[in-house]
């Protein structure tokens, strides 16, 4: 740069000389304004931005991640904003945010699962107005995220979609057999399951892991449901071994039932992890077995010859009817931010109808809606087999059904309390009812450690 | 002639040597370098080891929630624990993981030592491929063999049933209660073994060769020269293998977590998952470090033992 | 039994043995790099379970041009690399200070250097994080370049300890009644003699520094700044495992630690054998 270009650029710096002043000046040094508007605009450059770190979920959807890191680039440029974005999966979430918020260094603002905003709830911002906001432009919140997202009147998160499991059968030797999907596990699901299989040929008529794992705890939670039980009375207060015994006891010894009596299921499901049922189900080794969209979107993507084969239907009940637990992936916001509003205005941008959708074209089945007004986005009508993802949403419950969603009802959930209790009794050699007494006791506890 | 000023300055020196040497009584010989050398240490010991040890000691006296401060309740947690069924069971499953694997590395790192030293050809390539699993990161192994293990889609599975025709029908090896923990066992050894054998190398190369010839002269066979010379010889080296695994294997976390998170049923559930599970699951990290520091005195008293045989192993 | 046969016994069982070992060794990691050669249809449908049929490069070559996997390969060995030299070198004067030289509080160090070994990393890293961020290197390579030692130094020094011990004092002495200072006597004497110890060490604290997973998650948030391990296990995305894919980068993550290994297996030995293994 020349000498007397950089006294001037000096002077700018000092506040001696208006910015007009400066380029004026600088035409006259150098013959043009060229020079001086490439020292604006590298002054400008150099200017440190804003820093927001934004943690995501890294899906099993890859092309929708792709779509969101792209969106909050483009929106990072518009705002002249420096964003590091960080991408976890299920497994290292949980250490990453408690080791951050505990060392004081959480990210700005995260996306995070059904359970993060009642886990974090101490270190998070109060997002009742945005989350308002949003609701409001699109129709208003489902209930059942509404009740999610909220706690004590106070919105904890702003909801984003919902990724709900639905039953997974294959059509192609459903049709062979002529028969027609199951409504309720006992006796449909475990009749079906008899006589589809073919254990010589190692192909189990049902695959549900009863082990610790997301899949297990959830079809636990829907079991009890589904007999009339659960783990929470009308009030929140444990029921798990006292109110609803009886009908969590039938729960239990039906779940188990699958494995010991009905013979229904491979011989290693005991041990399977969240990606079992997904491996095995591909590997065309079950013919039916309950997931998210994961597995759909796994097979879709990589035009896998079942998914062509798969049916996608309505999780079955049983007695007392037929129960989803819900998912609500949503958006938090830590008090420690600095730049709330950013914050705020990088939510608004990604839950734009338009940008929305084009993350949800990608999806699979996987982003389902959570406002009213994303319930009849024609994408839904796009394959049949969404039909099942959006009906299961609509009448999902929350955790603690039929009390309120509570943090003590996340723990338990996040303890793994149920799958544990269903190990006592395939493992462990338990009756049902002394493994439900045997969990109910641990429920009491974090009943009384939730509270205070 | 000294002038007054250099005499000062004499005396003064003197002074610091007197001085200097009264220091060397109290603080030792080598006092200035000896601090010097191990002051790097002691800096790293302090800050990036005893400070957060501190911490954590001060946290399992507390209840304290992610994100809320901790509230004092004294040894509340450790009592709370002592009567927890779920505890105890990883406690008796610790134990089983821990002696069970280190029984086996221990025949297996002698078995390895003993190859490895008789005369064979490309010794040193062996020695290096015997190696492996203890170097290749853990993470990797162990999803290695989630992958092994896969019931429907495994290799060990395919090997049994369809190739060796050992069994009718493949085996849920993480699944079932009366495998899984054997399963994990059998990886913790594989990933384990090769330090022992390489130990034991060591240590019997060490062994001075006269001692066999004597052993030789007096017509001992090769069983015999084996008790009565390198099984001695090694006895020291053994003992500090050992107890150096013991701790090793009593913390490893990443091979029981990745294999099964402590399942089916709680039949692998050792005391890191544990801690683990309370911490990240529960998020009661106040408890979750007394689970963790509660096996403590038991390891101390490892540390003191280990800590006695090197010492004894550095006087010879 | 003819007598030849009867002598070469010994052989023969080293041979069998030996080759059970390397079975047991080496067939998980020619399965792990067979997974990464085979195509998505061969690994569901148990055909050619052994050998790849065909044998694909797809897994390979998006690892290495459509993610970071280079710039997790350099910071690997950034991270490694500083943290053993930086662990090598504290352990090295710490242990010739412990092991020769006489000052208050020697027992009471080589103690506390013991009892680190006690302190459980699955529960540490909370703490340890919050250390981290006080001195201001949260999220950078050099956090884990100094976290590393905390765990890599005990080991090192009481290797070296008991290699300081196996080098005969009377060197020392010599060398200072011919004018050398301690620390020229420790520099120029004792530090050659130890260059086995202190290579095997340095191997050791490599070897550990390379496979770290816990605190590379934890204290790295950009994902650039990643290291091999966490970065694998990033390629798990929600309950999909892509196991071609994984093991690929297993296998080139694995390859250069067993390379370093067959050729410098002897200085561990060497190292070891002289250190503080000696019966």
Not at chain 2, 45 to 70: C, D, E, H, N, Q
């Amino acid at each position: 740069m020349d000498r007397r270009l950089r006294d001037l650029a000096d002077q700018l710096d000092a506040g001696l000389i208006a910015r007009r002043e400066f380029l004026r000046r600088a035409v006259v040094l150098t013959g043009g304004t060229a020079a001086g508007l490439a020292v604006l605009r590298r002054r400008a450059s150099a200017q440190p931005k804003t820093k927001l770190r934004v943690w995501l979920f890294k899906s099993f959807v890859t092309a929708g991640n792709d779509v969101v890191a792209r969106q909050i680039e483009a929106w990072a440029k518009e705002r002249n904003v420096e964003v590091e974005t960080d991408w976890a999966t299920f497994g290292d979430r949980e250490q990453k945010f408690v080791a951050a918020i505990e060392a004081g260094n959480p990210p700005d603002m995260a996306e995070m699962n059904l359970y993060g905003p009642m886990r974090y709830k101490a270190a998070l911002r109060d997002a009742t107005k945005i989350a308002t906001d949003v609701a409001s432009a699109k129709g208003g919140l489902l209930p059942f995220a509404e009740r999610a997202m909220k706690l004590d009147g106070k919105f904890l998160a702003v909801a984003r979609y919902s990724m709900t499991t639905v039953f997974f059968i294959r059509k192609d030797i459903m049709e062979a057999k002529g028969l027609k999907p199951p409504k309720v596990y006992d006796p449909d699901v475990v009749e079906f399951a008899r006589k589809t299989q073919d254990p010589s040929k190692d192909l189990w008529g049902f695959g549900q892991t009863l082990n610790r794992s997301d899949d297990g705890d959830g079809f636990m939670s829907n079991i009890l449901w589904d007999y009339g039980g659960g783990v929470w009375d009308k009030d929140g207060k444990p029921a798990l071994g006292t109110t609803f015994l009886k009908q969590n006891a039938a729960a239990l010894q039906f779940a188990v039932d699958t494995i010991q009596k009905h013979k229904i299921q491979p011989p290693g499901v005991m041990g399977w992890t969240d990606p079992s049922n997904n491996e095995a189900y591909m590997a065309g080794k079950l013919v039916t077995t309950n997931n998210g969209a994961s597995l759909y979107y796994a097979m879709v993507s990589k035009k896998h010859e079942l998914a062509a084969n798969t049916l996608l239907v309505l999780t079955p009940g049983g007695p007392a009817g037929s129960f989803v637990g819900s998912s609500c992936y949503n958006w938090a916001i830590f008090q420690k931010t600095k730049h709330a509003e950013l914050c705020e205005d990088l939510i608004r941008w990604v839950e734009d109808e338009k940008r929305f959708t084009e993350y949800l074209q990608v999806s699979v089945g996987q982003a389902g809606p959570v406002y009213k007004a994303r319930v009849d986005n024609p994408y839904w009508k796009s394959d049949p087999n969404y039909d099942a993802i959006i009906q299961n949403i609509l009448r999902c419950v929350n955790i603690g059904y039929p009390g309120p969603m509570t943090p003590a009802a996340a723990e338990v959930q996040g303890q793994k309390v149920l799958t544990d209790m269903a190990g006592r009794v395939v493992v462990g050699g338990l009756s049902a009812e002394a493994a439900l007494k045997e969990a109910h006791a641990r429920v009491e506890e974090i009943y009384k450690m939730r509270r205070t | 002639m000294a002038t007054p000023a250099a005499r000062l300055r004499a005396s003064a020196s003197l002074s610091r040597a007197t001085l200097d040497l009264s220091l060397a009584r109290v603080l030792g010989r080598d006092y200035r370098l000896g601090y010097l050398f191990v002051l790097p240490m002691a800096i790293l010991v302090l800050a990036l080891v005893a400070y957060p040890f501190g911490y954590a000691i001060y946290l399992s006296m507390t209840r304290k929630y992610v994100g809320v401060a901790p509230v004092w309740v004294g040894l509340d947690n450790y009592v709370r624990l002592t009567g927890d069924g779920f505890f105890r069971r990883a406690v008796a499953n610790s134990f089983v993981f821990t002696f069970g694997s280190v029984a086996v590395k221990l025949v297996l790192g002698i078995a390895m030592a003993l190859v490895l030293s008789a005369r064979i050809r490309g010794r040193s390539f062996w020695t290096g491929v015997l190696l492996i699993p203890w170097v290749a990161p853990t993470v990797v192994s162990a999803l290695n063999f989630l992958w092994i293990y896969d019931y429907s889609l495994g290799v060990l599975n395919y090997l049994l049933v369809r190739v060796l025709r050992l069994l009718p029908q493949g085996v849920g090896w993480l699944s079932e209660p009366g495998t899984a923990m054997a399963s994990v066992i059998a990886v913790n050894i594989w990933r384990g073994f090769p330090f022992f054998g390489i130990s034991f190398l060591a240590g019997m190369k060490a062994i001075p060769a006269e001692l066999y010839e004597a052993a030789a002269v007096d017509g001992a066979g090769a069983f015999q020269r084996f008790f009565s010379v390198t099984l001695p010889g090694l006895r020291n080296i053994l003992i500090i293998v050992t107890l150096l695994s013991t701790i090793w294997t009593f913390n490893d976390f990443q091979i029981v977590y990745i294999l099964t998170k402590g399942g089916p049923g709680g039949a692998t559930q050792v005391l890191p998952v544990f801690t683990y599970e309370i911490a990240f699951g529960a998020q009661r990290l106040g408890e979750a470090i007394a689970v963790a520091l509660y096996m403590l005195p038991a390891l101390a008293a490892v540390i003191i033992v280990l800590a006695r045989y090197m010492r004894r192993g550095q006087r010879t | 039994m003819s007598r030849a046969l009867a002598r070469r016994l010994p052989d023969v069982t080293a041979y069998a043995v030996l080759a059970i070992l390397v079975v047991v060794v080496v067939f998980p990691f020619y399965w792990m790099t067979i997974t990464a050669l085979k195509s998505e249809t061969q690994m569901r449908s148990l055909t050619s379970m052994f050998w790849p049929d065909p044998v694909v490069l797809d897994n390979f070559r998006h690892l290495l041009q459509q993610t970071d996997f280079g710039a997790w390969f350099r910071n690997s060995v950034t991270v490694a690399v500083s943290s053993t030299l930086l662990a090598t070198a504290i352990g090295t004067i710490g242990a010739y200070g412990l092991a020769r030289l006489r000052f208050l509080g020697r027992a009471f160090m080589s103690a506390a250097v013991l009892i680190t070994y006690l302190v459980p990393p699955s529960i540490l890293f909370i703490p340890l994080y919050a250390q981290i961020r006080n001195l201001g290197l949260a999220d950078s390579l050099a956090g884990l370049i100094a976290a590393y030692p905390s765990f890599t130094v005990p080991f090192v020094t009481w290797l070296l300890m008991g290699y300081f011990e196996s080098i005969p004092e009377e060197l020392e002495e010599a060398a200072m009644i011919d004018g050398a200072s301690r620390f020229g006597a420790f520099a120029r004497i004792v530090l050659p003699l130890a260059a086995p110890g202190v290579l095997a060490a340095g191997l050791y604290a490599f070897t550990q520094a390379w496979n770290e997973f816990l605190y590379a998650l934890v204290f790295i948030t950009d994902v650039k700044l990643r290291t091999l391990p966490v970065g694998l296990s990033s390629f798990i995305t929600g309950d999909v495992y892509g196991w071609g894919f994984l093991m690929a980068g297993a296998v080139l993550t694995t390859l250069p630690v067993i390379a370093a290994y067959i050729y410098l297996q002897k200085y561990m030995v060497e190292g070891l054998t002289a250190g503080g293994v000696k019966g």
